[in-house]
């Protein structure tokens, strides 16, 4: 079989991925990101999994000394093997030897730790700890297994000649699963659900069906109660609901979408089309109902889940970072099973709103919810301080629960394999940004392009020819579901295009340019009025960007009258407009009355007309690097 | 001393509590409620307090077999305690010979489980438990030993001749908590306040002022950061800001509202107006901006806490029924001390939108959490079957954590001391039911009232004077701040009266009627337009209820064409208005689009103008009584 260096690479389906190596992002908004990454991400994960003591766990387990001195929570282990994925997709990128070197040192000592039949987790199982299995519901033992296969996985694929035999540690771990939870063994899942799409793709690195069978297994198992019930409910750990009759994502919703992604898969490899089925239909609703403007889910702190249909409070929004991921991971099978831009629509959305909205310029720093209305300034925590919490107004460097800084590092070191894809046909660009595109066809043509962009600030998309081509082949653009008014040009003749796809088939001559103009003037937008928490408020817009007010550009442009955000009102008469590459709203000052009771007569509502001020407004995805301040998305018309 | 029967006596401050005795509501919308609360509620609790082995957790303790078989979360014993309190309360109201048979037993069976220095908690302090005060974040020990304090303030003050031993035990323990927390002891607080307000009234009980240092020093202790922070926060204990600093109530709900009497109960006895005046200042602030339209607080689901100023989501509105006893235990305590009629309103607010939700008709099923708008019909518990969530949308008989029941329990059962309160010039009258008030006033001059009233429902209050008065007296009634238009009838002379107090001074003869006639016609209420979440809507009030929409009427208006409460409008222009004792109001269909994506341009919202049906709406309190259903307060206009 041929290891194509992509996260997800299905046996069948629509569409095919390209490999890392086949799509390099060359400058731009993406490639700024996947640098510090590199650069400083990867660097400033492993100092926290150091000093947390979370690599040191497997130390302590292989020494023989654990329970005692283990530090971290119960899923502590996922996080060192999230960064070994992350830094196995950067290998594949760059090469970079110093982290092939950093890569193979981490490897060794979670290896080190492995126990002779296989199993590995530095919190059960030992004589002090809870025993192997005993704690399914919050025990994360699956689901820790689950981020070894996916590491593995990505080595397997970026280095598959390396000795260091992570993908055999993987591989015992997947073996013992298999016996645990196989036929005839333990008839539960993981509170937590990630060994499913796990095992499917090592199914697919090892060619070993026996993976898919178990992952094929934990699907259809779940949601028939076998966990016990809480707080939350079962549908907490979508144990409420088998996946084949589930009609929306509900509960933990990062739990929820590495569900779905896992069972795209399955039905997927089992051409099990009532299963597919099943989860496009929880995609839309979940999209039309639970989704905030981001594309970010999850309106629920207290259990980091889904609300109830329109329940999308701008101000506990939590839309955790790695809530988005699993979007993400879920868009993008169901992407490459039906090949609908709609799906690479809410991939853009969650990039562009979320993912690079949780890493400071720095990449040093992370949200881990990402609010859509931050009503006080909020404190930094102290430098080179470990925060307990997990929403805050100002990034923190690392968590107790930290699940998200290396979510996105492995999301961003990958990137470059959620650009384009192939078909029997053709190349599809799904994701635009500055890129060689190298490739062959199913059919063996070579093609080559390159992307020149300035996306998502400017609309045009330049695709470049760089091949002739022997035959007709099919060049497919997405048109993002906001592009009304979109441009296609080729050869000097220009049509216009709806959201959807553009198509241009042709033999394709090297030098030949097709371009694509997206229509990323600014624009308002308002929310489906059942979405009471909005209600009278609109947003701005521009291409794929969120924007929002941040209280430090209020206060600048009042020449500091106002520094409450919630002290003004759009003009909802004013289009935003945009002034030498920023976008400006008028605002109307709107001085409350202070009551002492809050509630009263309709009358008595102030009269609000004001002075205005035209403010600028910033990317949703750059809000709060400029130290902490209040900022909203949604504001009140 | 003298022991007045009533939760909360200062030995000073501007109005003294009445005893149980001496005032009784005879009738109407709270002697049905205390009526089914001493009938069938404590029956209810105790039944569950069995069934789940909280008392039987002291059974065990003092048959040495600890901590096997014990049942129950930390603060189990907490809920004996109040359901021991509100039976001496209920006592002291009927004198049931079976309630007290019940108390002794129970009580015995607490007392047998003390250790020999005082401690008595069912959950630390033995061989394979958790040391001693090892875990004051969370462990609850202060927290049980408090509410076991106001049981035994309650039994003290209704049956200060029995021979039960509580009080002993009581005293045993609070000396305990004195010697090992007092100066040169551990420097610290509870996690859960509740313990402060319990010594100042052990202090008032029995005379010894050691207890209420205690309590002072508590007070005085919190907020410097003594307790671990947590994910939540510091602010979550209110161990972030001295409580004399602070300007609002913050963190978890019930125990900032806890703290906040106790600290009120430390001001007050010790005449310190700084403490006070703080206090005050975050009475205001809390009401200003954080309090629900039914007076109910906490936003958070996540750690049942505060929100930020103005972040009062209906649909995701904890407003725990606890905290809003624990905000009566602050208000009224700001009330004797300082008199002012908004502190009442506060109260009845809560009392009637809150405290008589919780509890079903039948008394034996509870809302722990009050949402003010439900968007799914949600399902029963189970017959019989303890329900591990706080929030639904169906009354639930006992939960995993069940402070609620005995909560409103103990507050019905001594409802009748919020009724009125005396002060050397007269007689104030803060809540209106159909009472009969005998007392004296400090003067030794006799005071008989009857109290007849259909309130809430009417608005007419008749105070029938049942004694001559040797010298003028003032008899003080409270105008509700909605009550705009009020009228005072005395002799057949009618005067207009303003929201705050009427006061009609005289040498009140035998047979003398005074009547305020409050406007109870329904009305519309808006929200302060920084409430974010209620843009656009309206609430309808009667009096003091807070009413509703609930889906079985929008079903039945329409004969059955929208069943959906996010599926209409209010008409603004028609006010709302009484047919047959029923509040109608006029809404118009305003079928939504289904789109695949909620968000799109401004003018994509859809027309709305539809059928319209009148509809009418119930009490808040009288809401879930017929089964599933949805339900709004705040509806879109």
Request: contains cysteine; aromatic residues 8%; negative net charge.
């Amino acid at each position: 079989m041929t290891l194509i260096a992509s996260p997800v690479v299905p046996t069948r389906g629509r569409l095919r991925p390209l490999a890392l190596g086949e799509v390099t992002i060359t400058g731009g908004f993406w490639a700024e990101r996947q640098h510090v990454n590199g650069t400083a991400t990867l660097a400033h994960i492993e100092h926290w999994l150091e000093r947390e003591g979370w690599i040191g766990n497997f130390d302590l387990a292989a020494a023989g000394e654990l329970p005692d001195g283990r530090r971290g929570r119960e899923f502590s282990d996922s996080e060192v093997y999230k960064y070994l994925e992350a830094v196995a997709w950067e290998i594949g990128r760059t090469g970079d030897p110093a982290l092939e070197d950093r890569f193979r040192k981490v490897a060794a000592r979670v290896a080190a730790a492995q126990e002779p039949d296989g199993y590995l987790n530095t919190k059960f199982g030992r004589p002090g700890q809870g025993e192997r299995w005993s704690a399914l519901e919050w025990g994360h033992e699956l689901y820790c297994i689950g981020h070894l296969l996916q590491a593995a996985v990505a080595r397997a694929r970026t280095r598959p000649d390396a000795d260091d035999g992570l993908v055999e540690v993987a591989r015992r771990a997947a073996d013992l699963v298999c016996v645990v939870f196989g036929p005839g063994g333990i008839e539960s899942v993981c509170g937590h659900a990630e060994i499913e799409p796990a095992l499917v793709e090592f199914a697919r690195v090892t060619g070993d069906e026996r993976y898919l069978d178990q992952a094929a297994l934990f699907v259809e198992r779940r949601g028939r109660g076998t966990l016990r019930d809480i707080e939350f409910g079962r549908s907490y750990y979508q144990d409420d609901v088998p996946v084949r009759d589930a009609t929306v994502l509900r509960g933990h919703a990062v739990r929820a979408g590495y569900l779905a992604a896992g069972a795209v898969d399955v039905a997927v490899e089992r051409g099990d089309e009532e299963l597919l089925a099943a989860l496009v239909t929880q995609w839309h609703n979940t999209v039309a109902r639970r989704t905030y403007l981001t594309g970010g889910v999850g309106s629920h702190h207290q259990d980091e889940a889904f609300g109830d249909d329109w329940v999308l409070p701008p101000d506990r929004a939590y839309s955790e970072t790695c809530a988005s991921v699993a979007s993400i991971m879920f868009s993008w099978r169901l992407l490459l099973a039906r090949g609908s831009a709609h799906y690479a629509d809410l991939i853009e959305r969650n990039l562009v709103n979320v993912v690079a909205t949780s890493s400071s310029a720095e990449g040093t720093a992370f949200f881990y919810a990402n609010t859509l209305h931050q009503r006080t300034p909020g404190t930094p925590a102290a430098a080179g301080e470990l925060s307990p919490r997990a929403s805050s107004s100002v990034r923190a460097p690392w968590f107790e629960v930290s699940c998200c800084p290396p979510n996105v590092a492995r999301t961003l070191a990958s990137l470059a394999a959620y650009v384009a894809t192939v078909d029997d046909d053709g190349l599809q660009l799904h994701q635009y940004a500055p890129a060689a595109i190298r490739t062959t066809l199913p059919s063996g043509m070579a093609i080559a392009l390159d992307v020149e962009t300035g996306y998502p600030r400017d609309g045009v998309i330049r695709v470049r020819v760089r091949e002739d081509a022997a035959a007709p082949w099919t060049l497919s653009l997405r048109v993002p579901a906001w592009a009304e008014g979109a441009r296609l040009v080729v050869d000097g003749s220009e049509e216009a295009v709806t959201p959807g796809t553009a198509l241009v088939r042709r033999a394709f001559r090297a030098g030949d340019v097709v371009e694509l103009h997206l229509p990323v003037t600014p624009r308002f937008t308002a929310a489906d009025p059942r979405i009471d928490a909005v209600r009278g408020c609109l947003a701005v817009e521009r291409g794929p960007e969120v924007l929002c007010l941040e209280s430090v550009d209020l206060v600048a442009a009042s020449a500091g009258r106002v520094d409450d955000i919630s002290g003004v009102r759009l003009d909802p008469a004013v289009a935003p407009r945009d002034v030498d590459g920023a976008v400006v709203v008028r605002l109307r000052r709107s001085p409350a009355h202070s009551r002492p009771w809050p509630y009263g007569g309709p009358d008595a509502e102030p009269a609000g007309a004001g002075e205005t001020f035209d403010v600028p407004l910033v990317p949703y995805h750059d809000w709060a690097e400029r130290g902490p301040s209040t900022m909203r998305v949604w504001l009140p018309a």
